[in-house]
């Protein structure tokens, strides 16, 4: 456990900034990018969660607490322990440079003990705000034991199966992703798609979204496969093309699945198919290593920022982030922001994260809609043989 706050050096650092003065911009207030919809006016919390905090009382604080609490449950421990310190790191770097003189941050590890034990902990010290847990299954424990405590949840999980009743999710989740890339396919003209993608939940999750997109985008969803194992690529790819021909086949798979089957999805005849990825591309640095992905699109949230913020973390911990820190980051931006009207010793104030014109953060633009699920600007990448590059820039607002 560890307690990070900001103090005078810290209030200096931010001013010498140099390099990163676009991330101060972005840092100034976590000013929202997105301009409001008129025909969606702030929705209302369930009764359940929503609790004015000039009515109810926040967690405990000791007697000689001058700064509310707010809780990083990460795990800094066993296999997850890279990302999770990541996103520690990364939140620390959002204190500094917002100078959130209202809020203390204190770090819980969820693998040492588990995550409900953490969150038990981090109330029992006077929390009154949870960012993370980063696994779903963590958040499943996590949320039972904050909602009773009437403590809003801020999870870093890409799960949408858990967002909700107070809980809400920073994650990239794949349908948003799915969606973006399924719409500028059909604008370029593309019409018959197909899936392939591994059994589980991430493949069921990423097919029920591709057929969502698919419909949305009047376009034909042709047939879907899933494998085993990168073993069971090949014999999906024959039963994929034994249904039909395809204009575009989704491959929802990370890295080392889709340079397994791009090769066999662009040979012979079907060599001009275009290959669609999910968010899980954006976190890959070799994709164009395997020629037949070049040409694949995928959507994902902008790195310009995260660039920004790589250099002043690796200058601060001597290493490079994970992708997620950026969640950290962003989600400590929020925080800081909203404690502006968090009274101390009261509840944290909930309402204001359902703003429907949105928050800005390293990772652009976004929102909670009702089911407490970030919406993200989303812009469309196409892998070439040095990386990446943006064909559809994200748009500046959600109308």
Known sequence: MAELSPGSQARRYVLGLGASA????????????????????????PPEVE?????????????????????????????????????????????VDAGGERIRITVYDTARGGAAEAANRALAEGNGLFLGPLLADDVRAVAPVARRARVPVIAFSNDSSVAGNGVYLMGFTPGQSIAR??????????????????????GRRASDAMVDAVEDSGGRLLAMQTYEGTAGIRAAVARLY???????????????GAATAAPLLRSGANARVRLLGTELWAT???????????GAWY???????????????????????????????????????IAKNWRLGRAFPERELRDPVGFAGVDGAFRFNASGIAERSLEVREVTAAGTITISPAPRSFD
């Open 284 to 294: 890959e640095t070799g994709l164009g290593r395997t020629p037949a992905l070049r």
């Open 22 to 45: 676009v991330l101060a911009m972005a840092l100034a207030g976590c000013q929202l990018v997105p301009k409001p919809r008129p025909d969606l006016p702030p929705e209302e919390a």
């Open 242 to 256: 034994a249904q039909g021909a395809y204009d575009a086949v989704l491959v929802a798979d990370g890295g080392r």
């Open 51 to 95: 609790r004015p905090p000039e009515e109810e009382p926040g967690p405990q604080l000791p007697p000689e607490e001058t700064l509310n609490r707010v809780a990083v449950l990460v795990p800094t421990s066993g296999a997850n322990a890279g990302v999770g310190q990541s996103i520690a790191n990364a939140a620390n770097l959002a204190l």
């Open 181 to 202: 890339v399924v719409s500028h396919a059909r604008a370029a003209g593309l019409e018959r798609f197909g899936v392939l993608a591994p059994a589980g939940v991430y």
């Open 299 to 337: 959507a994902s949230v902008g790195d310009s920022m995260f660039n920004q913020l790589r250099s002043r973390y690796r200058a601060r911990y001597g290493a490079n982030p994970y992708r997620l820190a950026s969640l950290g980051y962003d989600s400590v931006l929020l925080t800081v922001r």
